[in-house]
């Protein structure tokens, strides 16, 4: 899992809940991922961040919101909003210009509605 | 746009022989392809790419992959399979300017002792 770190391992949430999902690298890296991983569905991009102060909407990004204030951190906010968030969250990171770079990810972050 | 299809949900093999998982991808351009694999309740880790050159791509823990263009396809091998193979495998793709990834839906490994 190289040098991203996310937490908690595991998380769980109440309807109607707000919860953020840490994500920190030190590898140095400017772009950073989050992707939502769901059984059968492979991932599917939330938000990227390629610089500090700046993110993008991916695929996915509607009851999430994101922050970039530091190079090293990329947490994820799951709103009430959001209205299946059960799932498996894994943050990435890559140098910025990293369409032939691989990413690096995390060891997931596993959020359970209850 | 770019996407990928790996066709199968499951692949079964008995240990020792030759495992393959299968990758088409569509995308603009010329692509830049990859693969991960992941274990239960972990993130991804990258086992091997192809960006330019070589067709065949060695990558890590004895696994290949050749690259295909007329076929659109980037297809994973092993010689001998292990039981330790046994994972989730993805194929992702991206292309010159675009530093967002596409992935696959994921194949199941399973390897029989």
């Known amino acids: 899992d190289g040098g991203i770190t996310q937490s908690p391992k595991y998380l769980f949430r109440k309807e109607g809940q707000n919860v953020t999902l840490s994500c920190e690298q030190n590898?140095?890296?400017?772009?950073m991922y989050w992707y939502r991983q769901d059984p059968g569905q492979g991932l599917r991009l939330i938000y990227y961040?390629?610089?500090?102060?700046?993110?993008q909407k991916g695929d996915i990004a509607e009851g999430y919101s994101v922050s970039r204030e530091k190079k090293e951190s990329f947490p994820l906010t799951v709103t009430s909003a959001q209205k299946n968030p059960t799932a498996f969250y894994l943050c990435?990171?890559?140098?910025?210009?990293?369409?032939?770079?691989?990413?690096?990810f995390g060891p997931g972050t596993r959020l359970t509605v209850l | 746009a770019q996407s990928v299809a790996q066709p199968e949900d499951q692949v079964n093999v008995a240990e020792g022989n030759p495992l393959t998982v299968k990758c088409t991808y569509s995308?603009?351009?010329?692509?830049?392809l990859f693969w991960y694999v992941q274990y239960p309740n972990r993130g991804l880790q990258f086992l091997l790419k192809?960006?330019?050159?070589?067709?065949l791509v060695k990558g890590s823990y004895g696994f290949e992959a050749e690259f295909n263009k007329s076929q659109t396809s980037f297809h994973l091998k092993k010689p001998s399979a292990l039981v330790s193979d046994s994972a989730l495998y993805f194929c992702a793709v991206s292309y010159y300017g675009n530093n967002r990834l596409a992935f696959g839906k994921g194949n199941q490994v399973v390897v029989i002792p």
């Open positions: 961040s390629q610089i500090v102060n700046d993110f």
């Open positions: 590898l140095n890296h400017d772009a």
């Open positions: 192809y960006i330019t050159g070589d067709n």
């Open positions: 990435a990171s890559g140098p910025v210009l990293s369409n032939y770079n691989e990413q690096f």
């Open positions: 995308v603009s351009g010329n692509p830049y």
